[in-house]
Structure formats: structure tokens, C-alpha cells
């Protein structure tokens, strides 16, 4: 699960932090999800964000991926909740025309154009938390009086 926290002052976006948490394969999955919530709960409260945006859930043809994806996006909005942070959702072609001003951007231009507008030198790694910081910019681009945004599943 990627997650991203930027912070946007006088128009320019600053990331603070970035990452993803991870869980063992082989972990069954009420203990991965526990797991999940747990370092989500814990970024949440080093960090404080204002706000924050997670991805619609989005179905693909791999109905097994969609589920354990829809389980952990579940467990964030929960921590998220529970913190009593505001959630925002965006579609993923929401993210891709707000970060890339197209619908249609693969991976790769989504990932350079997370490094161009947050002024990095490089990609965040890995490719979760450079999602996960799409979306942070695009809530960012949406909702310009918010002052901190981040996370995502």
C-alpha cells in the first residue's frame, strides 16, 4: 500500500514524506490487513496530515486483485476515519489528466511527472508510493486551500 504526504505553500507542492507498506506473502490476510491498518495508524499519527485522497477502487479483469485491493483500500479509509481525517476519492483518469493533463498517460509518464512537480531528482520507489503521490497532487491541484494532503491505497 503506497502512501504519500505533500505539502503545498504558496503554490508550490513539497513532499514530506513517502512509502509503502508491505506485508509477507505468505501472511494470512486478516494479519496482513492488521498489519496494514497498524503502520497506516502509525504514519498517520508521526505525520497528521489535514487531509487526505485515496484512488477510487478500480475493477480489472483479475477479480482476486480487485478484492485484497478493495480489503486494503477498506482498512485505510478506516484509519482515516478513525483519525478523523477528511477523505477525498479520485477516479484514476481524475488522477492521470490532473498530474499529467492526460487521461491516457502510462505508468512511466505518471511517474516522471510526480518527479517534475515535486522537483526530485529522482522516481519515488517504489512504484506504490509514486501512485500514491499522484494522487496526493492531484487532490493537491483540486483542492488548493487545503494546506497538507497524502495517502493512498
Not at 477516479?91 to 498530474?99: D, G, I, R, S
Request: glycine content about 10%.
Amino acid at each position: 500500500m503506497g502512501w504519500g504526504v505533500v505539502e503545498i505553500t504558496g503554490g508550490q507542492l513539497r513532499l514530506i514524506e513517502t512509502g509503502a507498506l508491505t506485508t509477507p506473502a505468505g501472511m494470512p490476510q486478516p494479519e496482513r490487513l492488521l498489519q496494514l491498518y497498524n503502520g497506516l495508524c502509525a504514519i498517520i499519527e508521526r505525520l497528521r496530515p489535514d487531509t487526505a485522497a485515496v484512488e477510487e477502487l478500480f475493477f480489472g479483469k483479475n477479480v482476486n486483485t480487485a478484492l485484497t485491493v478493495g480489503q486494503a483500500r477498506g482498512v485505510a479509509l478506516l484509519a482515516l476515519a478513525q483519525a478523523g481525517i477528511p477523505v477525498h476519492e479520485y477516479k484514476p483518469l481524475a488522477v492521470k489528466q490532473a498530474v499529467a493533463g492526460y487521461g491516457g498517460a502510462d505508468k512511466r509518464q505518471m511517474q516522471e511527472m510526480v518527479r517534475l512537480t515535486l522537483g526530485l531528482t529522482t522516481t519515488p520507489r517504489p512504484d506504490d508510493a509514486a501512485d500514491a503521490l499522484a494522487i496526493a497532487i492531484c487532490h493537491a491541484y483540486t483542492a488548493p486551500n487545503l494546506q497538507r494532503f497524502g495517502l493512498s491505497s
